[in-house]
């Protein structure tokens, strides 16, 4: 078992920035694959960012550029820092992690484990 909490979350204005972190309850090993995911109201959930042991990362195309997902596995906190934040970043923003193995793609159905989520409000 593995427990996820995020932190970090808050408003900021338009172009501001925030970082969020994932505390997790032991470090993730020698094989993973860990992501941030985000739901904004009356949408569904999608993928924003991911990490995995092999060296694979991936972002999705809105936020390119801006946010930078990392892990420091000594500390078992995934981060992902937000930057020239929009008022479409807005939304509830969650950790994913799959450990002991590595999935084909960054789909949600491929974690196993998540946390509760912060929020994250932009106001233009």
């Known amino acids: 078992q593995v427990q996820l909490v995020e932190s970090g979350g808050g408003s900021v204005q338009a172009g501001g920035s925030l970082r969020l972190s994932c505390t997790t309850s032991?470090?993730?090993?020698?094989?993973?694959?860990m992501g941030w995911f985000r739901q904004a109201p009356g949408k569904e959930r999608e993928g924003v960012a991911g990490?995995?042991?092999?060296?694979?990362?991936s972002y999705a195309d809105s936020v390119k550029g801006r946010f930078t997902i990392s892990l420091d596995n000594a500390k078992k906190t995934l981060s992902l820092q937000m930057n020239s934040l929009k008022p479409e970043d807005t939304a509830m923003y969650y950790c994913?992690?799959?450990?002991?193995?590595?999935?084909?793609?960054?789909?949600?159905?491929?974690?196993?484990?998540w946390g509760r989520g912060t929020q994250v409000t932009v106001s233009s």
């Open positions: 994913a992690a799959e450990v002991g193995g590595l999935a084909p793609s960054w789909a949600e159905g491929y974690f196993s484990y």
């Open positions: 032991r470090s993730p090993g020698s094989t993973y694959q």
């Open positions: 990490t995995s042991s092999d060296g694979r990362t």
